[in-house]
């Protein structure tokens, strides 16, 4: 874990209720040759310091009698038991001593939520509220990472003497100290799990999404933080304890569709063992060692995990492992993207659907097989494919399905020059059709008639494409060019009420274009012949004077 800069310096925290209270003596007098005393009864104590040297602790409990010695790690607070004083042994280079002691009183006992059978083989977790975490204390919202690739397994360097009865006043007081002594937003661990194999929700966020916690510097992106609470560095953690963490890793890594078993490529932000960028292959589930310069989660714990990753992998059968696609969605056509790779593995053989849908939910491409693995192309092909965000989904009888989005399209987009035109009012000067394809200077000139102010120029247009695409539409327009620039007004003809819907007005410069678009919804501005491959479009363009046009054209998009 991290070890961040932050120590509690100031008057003690609130106490009121089950909120825990800490207090801090920033400065003990001679700690190594006199007992460190508090000024109230405390159940936990933190220590942090400076150099590279190593610190011990015991208690005097409330009976008169030391506890047994046990070494301090500066990331997490240790379980004494009631107490008021302490003795501190160092060896090596220690300075600049900090102590906080830690009091977490007892509040109602936590209930974890019930197992769920079959695909989910969740275990059942203590939740945030379960365990009384103070929220007023967190001191930002969560931050997630685009997914999850694997967990680190860690043990919290508390004693493993504490009854499980006071597992949750240890998990508040690890939180409390996380945030208050050490100076992080939340508790630095996703998930704990007691002796007994209770398992503690920890860092705000939603168990289910990718939280990034503080527990692995340099990877706590894309990674989750599972600690077994008490100190395991020569005695191997009870088996029901062992149980759930293999429960759990299950059952989350199966909610990000990992392999216990595999392997995955982490990039490091920067620790002192791995430098910013360096990209580092770890087993999905790790030890907090295997990324950091630390002996957690204890040699006896570390040793367990070949063991642990196979127990996660077998529990819960079938699963759907590693669902990826290659590149993204490309648009070439308005039916049409570059064909796409999708891939996916599965535990066993199993008979899969795999489903792919457009923006308003329609399923566009389907494959049914029956295989050990998915590795299917999907030609990119469909009558029509309108922008927005895309899925796709895996499922399989038994196994926990997958969903996820392969990309967003934008609108497509169709343009024409007109096939035809008239002058409905002023007559024309100059100028023909070639004159309106191109803004290339050759202009149509259109004069005022008979004193009116106004002249006005219909355009018919053929657009090729098919005929779901065309009827696919959601917004139609027109654009136009003059040599002098200046306002103009567009309507396009709505074929199924045989009449002229204004839709709106735009200014052009001189030599460029502007256009007006409208939504399509209860109008036909496209019309379909049968048998034909054009799109037909009307558009009629107002302007207050004579005008030299130089270009126009029909737009649809959807």
Known sequence: MVVAVGVLAAAPAAFAGGAVRLSADPHPSHPFRHAVAASHTFQMVGVRWQ??????????????????????????????????????????????LRVTFITTPRVAPPKAGTVRPALAVRPGIVTRAGWHADESIRRAAPIYAPELKMVFVHHTDTATSAPCSDSARIVRGIYAYHVRTNGWNDIGYNFLVDKCGTVFEGRYGGMTKPVIGAQTKGFNTGSAGIAIIGTYSSARPRPAAVAALERLIAWRLDVAHVDPASRVELVSSGNPRYRVGRH???????????????????SALYALLPRIRSAARAI??????????????????????????????????VAFTLTIRRPDG??????????????WTWGGRAPVLPGGTYQWAISAPGARGFAGTLGVLPLWGLRAPPGGFSVSQGSATGGGLASLAHPDGSTLDIVPAGGNPQTELVTDFDLDTTQPVAFAATRAGASVATTAGGPVDVALWDFGSGSWVDIGSCTSTPGRACKVESADAGHEFASWDGGSSLAKMRARYTFPGGVAVDSAHALLRG
Request: one cysteine or more.
């Open 51 to 96: 150099g590279s040297g190593h610190v011990r602790l015991r208690a005097r409990s409330m009976s008169g009698g030391w506890t047994r010695w046990v070494a301090l790690s500066q990331e997490a607070p240790v379980w004494t038991g009631p107490a008021r004083r302490i003795r501190l042994h160092r060896r090596g280079d220690v300075r600049g």
């Open 280 to 298: 580092v292959v770890f087993n999905a589930v790790s030890g907090h060692r295997d990324g950091f310069p630390t002996s957690c989660p204890g």
């Open 316 to 349: 819960g059968l079938p699963k759907i492992w590693t669902p990826t696609h290659r590149q993204n969605l490309h648009r070439i056509a308005p039916d049409a993207v570059l064909p796409l790779e999708l891939r996916a593995k599965f535990s066993n053989r």
């Open 362 to 375: 329609r399923v566009i491409a389907t494959r049914r097989h029956t295989n050990g693995h998915i590795r």
